[in-house]
């Protein structure tokens, strides 16, 4: 079926080849993970932009002796395609399937894995001091994106490997995007070294003239490198950024020519000490859809390749967000929006289009983020922090040390709360309840639907005397019930019974959905934090059975608040017999369909019918 493909099970039969099969090969990987990736979704744009980059990467190192190192790893199926998994291809993301990341268990070609931004540098040095300390030789590669180097982390990084000066590569894939456009100094700093022709130019041509010349070139050109600086300030008035840091550059390279590609791979490999190969691409390459608009084509459901992916109003969380978000900022001039390189995955692409004076995108800089919101709000300002909830971990320091102590009224929006499905299990948001709950002065809020959120939104705005988190799933927005109204007590669901539910959030709908077939009076908890003890006392105290069911890790989560609850008011539950926390055990969860996912881990609602009735029958 492919020319070219069908003939590389592996990178030694890649490296078999020659320049212009390559190219052919290049072509037959696109049209697969077209083919592919549309009929079980996953990200499309970020991988037909590293084509030909990953087969000159293989073609030149030897994984996996060579370490290559993929940031975040949702552009590595060009990766696993030439490493052997081709033919496992349709299982993408499904339960039981090949990751969309990269997993250390799935080959040993995944050197490392992530599904967080801008670790790829950090962990390429400890693999390198690693090689050296026992006294090993192979090569240690990070690639890592332009947005990712907007995350602290890969700074930090650079600045240590340059000061170590530890023998390895990074490779800078420059596609100017991350999910949403690159914003700030580092993007324009890059764009103005991928628009000096000039400079490099004049350098590539003065040094290949002069080291022609016998018994002079050679001391020649190491007398104009010791005018580099002179000249690069000239020339490119701070573009040489890496330099400075210690770390020898070369490029800016046409990530799509795998010729020059393989060319400047072998420079790079006889560079002693840290070097950044600067490699421009361009998402989404080879699929016209995906070119014009990559964001469309990061993330895709299942879509017919010739007719590519369709919008569709939504009405999920996200969206219900962002357009209420819209109608509290018409009525009040202090409301912010800030996101972390994620304005349209949290909706807030229509808010920065009515406010953009009002939006802000920091980048991959959750930490960075959190601690501005901090510093908008001693000034009066009302910040609405949007951020996954995965994501949202990284600022654990900066909400608990510039948000909480100071008792500062900032708004976490924590979207993607819960399993989050086919991702998997570094982006479910299954850990935020936990971490929230140990911080003094916050206030954690979950609601149920759509009508309870809005109301959450509104309490928040008006809420002065600290930190307001409202965690709410990926989805679409419904209404269910009534809605309970500020400040958000306990709710009864069903009426009491022997048997009783303790839910909140999303999982409130499916707990009353298996307590009505089980006979289970249902409480609904739309205020985790502070848990209002004389109400659950009230509804809960007669009972002989009592599960609680959430979709956190029950180690720090709603199920502990109410054991705590029930052993400080022990003398009050004289009938109860059996109490049991369901939510997520202490693992973690893999990635597939979010109903199999719940299904697997014994929380759909014919397991949750099987567990009460279990207890009812002694």
Same mark, same amino acid.
Not at 104 to 111: I, L, N, W
Not at 325 to 340: F, G, Q
Not at 430 to 443: A, E, G, I, K, W
């Given at each position: 079926m492919y020319k070219m493909l069908?003939?590389?099970?592996?990178?030694? @039969?890649?490296?078999?080849?020659?320049?212009?099969?390559?190219?052919?090969?290049?072509?037959?990987?696109?049209? /697969?993970? &077209?083919?592919?990736?549309?009929? +079980?979704?996953?990200?499309?744009?970020?991988?037909?932009?590293?084509?030909?980059?990953? $087969?000159a990467l293989h073609y030149c190192f030897n994984s996996p002796t060579d370490k290559l190192i993929w940031d975040v790893g949702h552009q590595a199926y060009v990766h696993k395609i030439l490493t052997g998994r081709k033919d496992q291809f349709d299982s993408l993301r499904q339960w039981g399937g090949l990751s969309g990341f990269?997993?250390?268990?799935?080959?040993?070609?995944?050197?490392?894995?992530?599904?967080?931004? #801008?670790?790829? &540098?950090?962990?390429?040095?400890?693999?390198?001091?690693?090689?050296?300390?026992?006294?090993?030789? !192979?090569?240690?590669?990070?690639?890592?994106?332009?947005?990712?180097?907007?995350?602290?982390?890969?700074?930090?990084?650079?600045?240590?490997?340059?000061?170590?000066?530890?023998?390895?590569?990074? &490779?800078?894939? *420059?596609?100017?995007?991350? $999910?949403?456009?690159?914003?700030?100094? &580092?993007?324009?700093?890059?764009?103005?070294?991928?628009? +000096?022709?000039? !400079?490099?130019?004049?350098k590539g041509e003065t040094k290949s003239t002069l080291s022609r010349i016998p018994n002079v070139g050679r001391s020649m050109v190491e007398v104009i490198g010791k005018l580099k600086d002179t000249l690069k300030y000239v020339v490119v008035d701070g573009g040489y950024f890496f330099e400075e840091l210690g770390l020898t550059y070369i490029g800016p390279i046409n990530g799509h020519n795998v010729n020059e590609l393989i060319e400047n791979i072998a420079i790079i490999k006889r560079v002693k000490g840290p070097v950044v190969m600067h490699v421009i691409t361009q998402k989404g390459k080879g699929y016209i859809g995906a070119e014009i608009n990559p964001n469309k084509y990061h993330g895709?459901?299942?879509?017919?390749?010739?007719?590519?992916?369709?919008?569709?109003?939504?009405? *999920?969380? #996200?969206?219900?967000?962002?357009?209420?978000?819209?109608?509290?900022?018409?009525?009040?001039?202090?409301?912010?929006?800030? %996101?972390?390189?994620?304005?349209?995955?949290?909706?807030?692409?229509? /808010?920065?289009?009515?406010?953009?004076?009002?939006?802000?995108d920091v980048g991959i800089a959750e930490q960075h983020g959190v601690t501005m919101a901090a510093g908008l709000a001693t000034q009066g300002i009302k910040p609405f922090v949007a951020i996954y909830s995965t994501f949202l971990q990284r600022a654990y320091d900066q909400i608990l040390h510039d948000v909480c102590i100071q008792k500062l009224p900032v708004v976490f929006c924590i979207d993607r709360a819960g399993l989050v499905g086919n991702d998997g299990e570094?982006?479910?948001?299954?850990?935020?309840?936990?971490?929230?709950?140990?911080?003094?002065?916050?206030?954690?809020? #979950?609601?149920?639907?759509?009508?309870?959120?809005?109301?959450?939104?509104d309490y928040a705005y008006a809420y002065k005397e600290g930190p307001v988190a409202i965690r709410y799933p990926r989805g679409n927005a419904e209404v269910f019930g009534l809605a309970s109204e500020a400040p958000f007590k306990p709710q009864l669901i069903l009426e009491e019974k022997e048997g009783m539910l303790i839910t909140t959030g999303k999982m409130t709908e499916l707990g009353v959905k298996a307590a009505h077939q089980a006979g289970f009076g249902v409480v609904h908890v739309p205020c985790i934090k502070p848990i209002d003890v004389e109400a659950i006392l009230a509804?809960?105290?007669?009972?002989?059975?009592?599960?609680?069911? @959430?979709?956190?890790?029950?180690?720090?989560?709603?199920?502990?608040?109410? @054991?705590?609850? $029930?052993t400080s008011h022990i003398q009050s539950y004289n009938?109860?017999?059996? /109490?049991?926390?369901?939510?997520?055990?202490?693992?973690?969860? %893999?990635?597939?369909?979010?109903?199999?996912?719940?299904?697997?881990?014994?929380?759909?609602?014919? #397991?949750?019918?099987?567990?009460?009735?279990?207890?009812?029958?002694?």
């Open positions: 069908d003939r590389v099970n592996s990178p030694e @039969e890649l490296k078999a080849l020659s320049l212009d099969e390559l190219k052919v090969l290049a072509i037959d990987i696109r049209q /697969f993970l &077209i083919e592919n990736v549309s009929k +079980t979704g996953g990200h499309l744009a970020s991988n037909l932009g590293v084509v030909e980059l990953t $087969i990269l997993k250390r268990e799935e080959s040993p070609h995944d050197a490392f894995e992530a599904g967080h931004s #801008s670790t790829s &540098i950090s962990a390429g040095i400890g693999m390198a001091i690693a090689r050296d300390i026992a006294q090993q030789e !192979y090569d240690v590669v990070s690639v890592i994106g332009d947005g990712a180097l907007t995350g602290g982390m890969a700074l930090e990084a650079l600045n240590f490997v340059g000061h170590q000066k530890t023998n390895m590569k990074v &490779i800078l894939n *420059d596609n100017e995007m991350s $999910i949403s456009e690159n914003v700030g100094g &580092i993007s324009k700093a890059l764009s103005q070294i991928r628009t +000096t022709e000039s !400079y490099a130019k004049l895709v459901g299942k879509f017919d390749p010739k007719v590519g992916v369709q919008s569709s109003p939504k009405h *999920d969380y #996200s969206s219900v967000f962002a357009h209420h978000l819209m109608d509290l900022a018409e009525k009040h001039d202090d409301i912010v929006a800030i %996101s972390a390189a994620m304005i349209t995955g949290t909706g807030l692409t229509s /808010f920065k289009e009515r406010f953009p004076e009002r939006t802000f570094t982006h479910h948001g299954v850990f935020d309840l936990s971490y929230l709950s140990q911080m003094p002065n916050m206030t954690i809020l #979950s609601p149920k639907d759509e009508v309870e959120f809005k109301a959450m939104l509804y809960t105290q007669n009972a002989k059975w009592l599960f609680t069911l @959430e979709d956190n890790t029950v180690n720090g989560g709603l199920g502990e608040k109410i @054991e705590q609850v $029930i009938r109860l017999t059996h /109490f049991e926390m369901l939510g997520i055990q202490d693992t973690f969860v %893999s990635h597939g369909n979010t109903d199999r996912l719940l299904k697997e881990i014994g929380l759909d609602v014919e #397991s949750l019918v099987e567990k009460m009735k279990a207890v009812q029958n002694g």
